[in-house]
């Protein structure tokens, strides 16, 4: 549930094109992502479950990036798309030394 009158407002992505080496770099991130997220679950005592209970800190997806659903290394690559588009859009650049 949101806040009343809440609207989200992003910046305004839809002009950055994602190159082939950019796609490359945004399927590490993801990758990167989701494996800070597994650790700092497994810190706090969460572990491997078939279906999530935040009561037993049970989650499906703790679980090697590779094995995850084609649906939730979407939502990492998503994410991290639009980290690196908003990073573009913003004037900076992202150059591999």
Known sequence: MSKPGY??????????????????LIEKLARN???????????????????????KKKHPDMLP?????????SYDREVVTQVVKVILALGYGIVKR
């Open 7 to 24: 609207k989200p407002e992003p910046i305004d992505t839809s002009h950055i094109s994602v190159t082939p080496e950019l796609s490359a």
């Open 33 to 55: 992502t989701h494996a800070v997220w597994a650790e700092k679950r497994m810190q706090d005592g969460w572990s491997y479950g078939t279906e999530r209970n935040d009561a």
């Open 65 to 73: 990036y590779e094995d995850l659903t084609e649906g939730e290394k």
